[in-house]
């Protein structure tokens, strides 16, 4: 398998980044992030979550940090919605792309969203239909593809059942996602290679890994192998996720950049502008910048 000439990365860092933030964090804060992104040239940028603020308090307020941002033409923001009134917050913030987000697992389902996988899955449906009549993308997320923090080992059937039930509901993209970042190249390859199987193109996969055992670049690899072109990652490595104990951020966006530019892939991002926005974000939340190449770069600076 030849490597891709061109990699799309989808930036999540200010909505599953900050998302597992405990202190509170300025609109100003979340809107200079995005701002930052936009100019380091990510083309698509996940900027909040339209959920219950009961579950998730650090997504609130999403719609003003919409309202707020400077947008590119060519740079897609979009934003998580959980079901409808997720979906009309969003649309009614200006959102013109949003992501619905199932589980493999059930355990992972019920504690992340309050519902099983099949009873999530029917609470997208008015959310896919109304979607469709507003011409407004969605983007699929499948949770725990390769390992769950309740259940432990996860079906590349289950997932491939469950991002199946996605793409057919209307979803143009699939996310599969390593919450609890135990997932391995071997095992990362034979997931693809599951799904596509069950009849989903790669072009319509992406790669959601987090760092937790420290195998997301070479998960990335081996999905580059695979021929999946899409990945998601996090400026500086920020994030978590509430529902996975111990779960670290994405892959650094960063340390992303570096392997694909060596690799000669394409993503129109400047490295330079992406380590400053991720390193500004660090300062304000007074953390260590997760990504290797930043600290590297930035050296005894920081
Ligand atoms: P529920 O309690 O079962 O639902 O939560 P409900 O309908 O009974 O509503 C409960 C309360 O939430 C009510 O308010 C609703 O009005 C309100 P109350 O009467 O108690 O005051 N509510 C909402 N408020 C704002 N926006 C909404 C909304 N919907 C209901 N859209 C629900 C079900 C899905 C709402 C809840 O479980 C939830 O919001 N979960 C969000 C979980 C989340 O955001 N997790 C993190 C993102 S997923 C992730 O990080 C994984 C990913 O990165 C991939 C990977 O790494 O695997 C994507
Ligand atoms: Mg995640």
């Not at 202190?23 to 936009?38: E, H, M, N, T, Y």
């Not at 996975?244 to 502008?273: F, P, S, W």
Request: hydrophobic share 40%.
């Amino acid at each position: 398998m030849t490597l891709p000439a061109h990699v799309r990365l989808v930036e999540v860092g200010p909505r599953d980044g900050l998302q597992n933030e405990k202190q509170a964090i300025d609109v100003d804060d979340k809107v200079r992030l995005v701002d930052d992104l936009s100019a380091a040239g990510l083309s698509y940028i996940e900027v909040g979550s339209f959920v219950s603020p009961k579950w998730v308090p650090q997504m609130a307020g999403s719609e003003t940090v919409f309202a707020r941002i400077k947008q590119q033409e060519n740079t897609v923001y979009a934003a998580l919605a959980p079901n409808l009134r997720g979906f009309e917050s969003a649309v009614a913030a200006g959102v013109r792309e949003v992501a619905v987000f199932a589980a493999a697992s059930e355990a992972f389902s019920q504690k992340n969203i309050n519902c099983s996988i099949r009873e999530s899955l029917e609470r997208f449906v008015p959310v896919m239909d109304a979607a469709k009549a507003q011409g407004v993308r969605v983007r699929g997320y499948v949770s725990c593809v390769l390992g769950c923090p309740y259940e432990g080992e996860v079906a590349a059937e289950q997932v491939a059942w469950v991002s199946k039930e996605l793409f057919d509901m209307g979803c143009y993209e699939i996310s599969l996602g390593d919450t609890i970042g135990t997932g391995t190249a071997g095992a990362s390859r034979r997931l693809f290679e599951v799904v596509a199987a069950a009849g989903i193109e790669r072009s319509k996969l992406a790669g959601h890994f987090h760092d937790t055992y420290g195998q997301a670049l070479s998960n990335i690899y081996a999905s580059l192998l695979e021929g999946i072109s899409v990945f998601d990652s996090s400026v500086a490595g920020l994030g978590g996720c509430p529902y996975a104990k111990g779960a670290t951020g994405n892959v650094a966006t960063e340390d992303v950049l570096y392997m694909l530019n060596g690799l000669g892939i394409d993503t129109g991002i400047d490295l330079d502008l992406l380590i400053k926005a991720g390193q500004r974000i660090c300062d304000v939340l007074g953390k260590t910048n997760g990504s290797r190449v930043a600290k590297a770069r930035l050296g005894a600076s920081h």
